[in-house]
């Protein structure tokens, strides 16, 4: 499941694995020392051994390196220190000890389970194996975890079939057995058969309803079936009985993103990160959900850190390129995307979007070049003869647009946007009938597509269907109430028709609208001035620019949050407030930053 499910066995190696009493103590070896050392250090064995249990593992790691100096030779000493060593998360020093012990004693079967658990904790399967072989061979019988360890070590020399059939054995011998249910649906879920690996996740819940890598499991395999709505029950139920685990929050963000819940995935992912502020995953998955939240710009910092540790990382790269191109920085995004095609060159999607970057630099004969690239790799793809399509009409080959445009709506009727394009040119050629179809299919695919509407009402006006033309742009005026050219269109209709009165009330509207879009224009100049002397530190230059954006239109509430902010950074907070408030009051979904 790539990566979804992952066995995470946590080496728990109770002292009853042990030779703790001291008659099976001082019997473990041939080799003994002098009296005196046994009797010392068979009382440092059992101080460290009731230290271990009240996990004392300063205490125990003392007692126990005691044991094994006073008797090197004898085996339970190594095991008992190899077994707090391991508690100490110190693997290879513990793996010293437990293969000193099992030299010493290669019969005790513990042993040989505590060294192959090691093994497994420093990923060398291929050394646990004939440990794990070696105690099946002398009918050992192992607890759930050995066997799950023992199975994730054939899983990890692609031994599947002999994972599974270890697992199932023991299943059998253990029905209830939640751990061994959630073991044998990890392994089934990587081997892709979901089918069989779900009733196990399933049952390892109904046995055990708090087991919350189960719950995670369960999820993921989901997710891995393109299933994000089922996957967000379980991934709920594992981030909720562990809060503080990284990897949950992940997977519940991911599933939220998948499910086109883009609040609830970047408020998961924050989480996240709050959880493993350094982590690149988290980094990863924020941004991700944060550019398909539409918030490219606070995304973009997060792209950067994670490319800089990812530098030949292709997905990185062109995510991190992409949220460029959508803050308007295509000059940056670029090379960013050349980076990612020379990793990926067989990549149409990078193709298309280095494409995409060209075009948002007018470099439409580059453009063209990728788009045709892509093409040579995906000769299917409706969105690249689409894109082509775009660039071939910003160049004026309009024959070669028309083209690519119904090639687009025929390997893919369900896009708008190809039939939206198409009867726009087609009405500027003059070819009205069929721009009339083009519009129509437009607006059936998407009918809040207002501009279709409005461009649909010209072509009913031009073909002579009066009363078509008078509700497509009704209709579009209820879908863009502030656009003047519709107001427009449907007065010279309705002077057509004799109706002098509400053409007159239609061309007013359209004169109020005009001067609105006049003034925000004008608003826009300023305010840009503003924002960019406010950049360089002409603080009294910027504040002149914006109160100027704002008398010119005083409903623009972001001329009021930049006002705002130059007066604070002129040390003038009251007047900073007042603008703030008025911004909320325009945009209260918006509400302006504090100081």
């Known amino acids: 499941m790539r990566g979804c499910l992952i066995i995470r066995c946590v080496l728990r ?17 041939s080799s003994l020392p002098p009296s005196s050392n046994i009797k010392a250090a068979d009382t440092a064995f059992r101080a460290g051994s009731k230290a271990y249990q009240r996990n004392d593992l300063i205490t125990a790691h003392a007692q126990f390196a ?33 293969a000193l012990a099992h030299k010493l004693a290669p019969h005790d079967t513990d042993a040989t389970l505590n060294l192959a658990l090691a093994y497994i904790q420093l990923h060398d399967s291929a050394k646990a194996i004939p440990l794990f072989r070696a105690a099946d061979e002398a009918h050992q019988t192992l607890t759930a975890e050995q066997v799950i360890a023992y199975a994730s070590a054939l899983e990890a020399i692609s031994q599947f079939a002999a994972a599974e059939v270890r697992i199932e054995e023991a299943l059998a011998a253990s029905p209830d057995s939640a751990s061994l249910h959630d073991a044998l649906g990890t392994l089934l879920a990587k081997m892709e058969q979901y089918a069989k690996a779900e009733p196990h996740f399933q049952r390892a819940i109904a046995l055990n309803p708090s087991f919350a890598l189960a719950h995670f499991h369960l999820g993921s395999l989901y997710l891995a079936e393109r299933n994000p709505i089922s996957a967000l029950g379980p991934l709920t139920q594992a981030s909720q009985l562990s809060s503080t685990n990284l990897e949950y929050s992940l997977q519940l963000g991911r599933a939220l993103r998948a499910a086109n819940q883009d609040e609830q995935s970047i408020a998961t992912l924050r989480h996240a990160l709050q959880l493993g502020p350094t982590s690149v995953d988290a980094m990863y998955e924020l941004a991700l959900s944060l550019q398909a939240g539409g918030n490219a710009r606070e995304a973009l910092p997060l792209f950067q850190q994670v490319a800089g540790v990812r530098p030949q990382d292709a997905p990185t790269l062109t995510n991190y390129a992409l949220a460029l191109v959508q803050v308007g920085d295509a000059k940056t995004a670029i090379p960013v995307y050349k980076r990612a095609l020379a990793l990926t060159p067989a990549s149409p999607t990078v193709r298309e979007d280095l494409g995409v970057a060209f075009l948002q630099q007018a470099d439409l004969d580059h453009a063209i070049e990728q788009f045709q690239a892509g093409l040579v790799i995906d000769q299917a793809n409706p969105q690249l003869h689409y894109d082509l399509g775009l660039a071939y009409k910003l160049k004026d080959n309009i024959n070669a647009a028309i083209h690519e445009f119904e090639q687009a709506a025929k ?124 950049k360089r530190g002409q603080i009294a230059e910027a504040i002149t620019q914006l109160e100027a954006a704002v008398a010119t239109d005083p409903d623009y509430a972001e001329a ?20 703030r408030q008025q911004a909320q009051r325009l945009a209260p979904e918006q509400p302006p930053k504090p100081d």
């Open 66 to 98: 005691r044991v094994v100096r006073l008797a090197p030779n004898v085996a339970a000493g190594h095991t008992a220190f190899g077994t707090v060593l391991l508690a100490e998360n110190n693997v290879r020093a513990a793996v010293s000890e437990l």
């Open 411 to 534: 390997l893919d009727p369900t896009l708008p946007d190809p039939h939206y394009t198409l009867g726009v040119l087609y009405m500027q050629l003059a070819r009205f009938p069929e721009a009339e179809v083009e519009l129509e299919r437009a607006t059936t695919l998407q009918p809040g597509h207002g501009d279709a509407w409005a461009m649909l009402g010209n072509v009913y006006k031009q073909n002579n269907q009066p009363d078509k033309a008078i509700a497509a742009l009704r209709h579009a005026i209820q879908l863009m109430p502030n656009q003047p050219s519709p107001h427009i269109t449907l007065a010279s209709i309705l002077v057509r028709q004799g109706n002098t009165a509400d053409a007159a009330s239609e061309r007013k509207i359209a004169a109020d609208l005009s001067r609105v879009a006049v003034s925000r224009q004008r608003a826009n100049f300023s305010l840009d001035s503003g924002r960019a002397l406010l």
């Open 13 to 29: 190696v109770p002292l009853l694995y042990l030779l703790i009493a001291g008659d099976g103590y001082a019997q473990s070896t």
């Open 560 to 579: 009021h949050v930049a006002l705002a902010e130059a007066f604070a950074k002129q040390g003038r907070p009251a007047e900073a407030a007042l603008e």
